[in-house]
């Protein structure tokens, strides 16, 4: 059997054994990396090759400096702040929980700890001002899904570089991307009001106000620090990792706050899954099977085709697996090729992968749909049927995720996206 064919079933295997078995995809494909690289004769250094150190640090600093402003209150009493500014205006408020949403993913951390956050905020302020705490949460994280794009967080630091290595101009092709996941974004934000009737708003009763304090002086700083951190990277183009580790250093000298709770708090699992899905990927390209792999999806794909099949097969990837962590990884440096060899602009088909990847994350077995389930579970009140309620919306977040995906997969047939490029 060719290297190429067992590199891809590796793969495979990994992403099986990480949803089945629970296991740490990245976990699972350094042992496979390992192995194929000693069968195929594969010198250490190149294996390692895959690791990606420069990508590595940069996601772990951006993490890094968010922990510290997640767990000194920072980010989200900015967020409860933002949303404060439509006042009595309740009419304001899913407008601007939704920019809320995609303003502070944009900003660096990126979807994973703001979709941690949205639902949290979200059904409270629900209840709070009339609305569907459901849907509340849905737009939330659609602005979420809307910013995540954005150069300077994980998710556009990973794509910038897998579409590079590709021979893309990854600049305008990341610039391109944002643009196509924000207009989506907003799609099932307006779709999440119009179903849910958000226009009729059912009056609460009095006294659920919030009153917010004032940031005090360590949120202060950490604001300083962000802001310090946006303006090196975006202005003078400094290395948003190293900066990031920076500003972080200089917080946490500062006590602005717990160095060891912040330090816990780095999604290091998701680096992990990144770095190891990259390394055997690494392999994979080396082996052949990327070429393998893009024939194998060419021979559904034409012209006419090819963004539906790609976002489609993103979407279903991402009901099991993490989109940042396997989706992006595995098909992002397939497009310049599978767009050459079938007539179709590489970016369109990229924009595909990056939103495929990302919209299936509402279903209730991934990250975004689970939070929104604990966090509406956890406000049910005494006396009603949790196991009722619970499956009910289990089923309602499973058809918001297939439906989310037919229709994306309706729109890329229809060439909707191509005014984008």
Known sequence: ?????????????????GFFRKTNVGLVCLLFAFVLGKVAGIPTAEILKGFKPNLFINLMGVTLLFSILNKNGTIELLARKIVSLAGSNKYLIPIAVFLMGALLTGIGPGSIPLLAIM????????????????????IGCSGCFGGR?????????????????????????VRSIYTAQMISGILIALAAFVYYKGYRIQMPEKGTEEKLSGFTGQQLLSLLGLLVMAVLVIAFKQNVGLTSFSVSAILLMCHAASEKDSLKAIPWGVLLM????????????????IKLLTAALSTFMNSYTAPAVMACTAGV??????GLGVVFPTLLPTVASLGQSVGVNPVELGSMVVIGGTITGISPISTTGGLIMATLMADETEGTDKKGEEMKLFMELTVWAL?????????????FYKIIF
């Not at 190891?276 to 080396?286: A, E």
């Not at 990837?317 to 993490?322: D, G, Q, Y």
């Open 149 to 173: 794009m954005s150069p300077i967080t994980p998710e556009g630091l990973l794509s910038y570089d897998l579409l590079r290595q590709s021979g893309l101009d990854a600049v305008a092709a």
């Open 403 to 415: 439906g989310i995906l037919v229709v994306l997969t309706l729109l890329a047939g229809l060439g």
């Open 1 to 17: 059997m060719e290297l190429g064919i067992i590199s891809l079933l590796l793969l495979a295997v990994a992403i099986a054994i």
């Open 317 to 322: 990837m991402s009901l099991f697996s993490s």
């Open 119 to 138: 639902p949290a905020i979200a059904i409270p302020l629900a209840r709070a001002r009339g609305y569907n705490p459901l849907m509340l949460a849905i």
């Open 274 to 289: 990144v770095s190891g899905v990259s390394t055997l990927m690494n392999l994979v390209i080396k082996t052949g099977g």
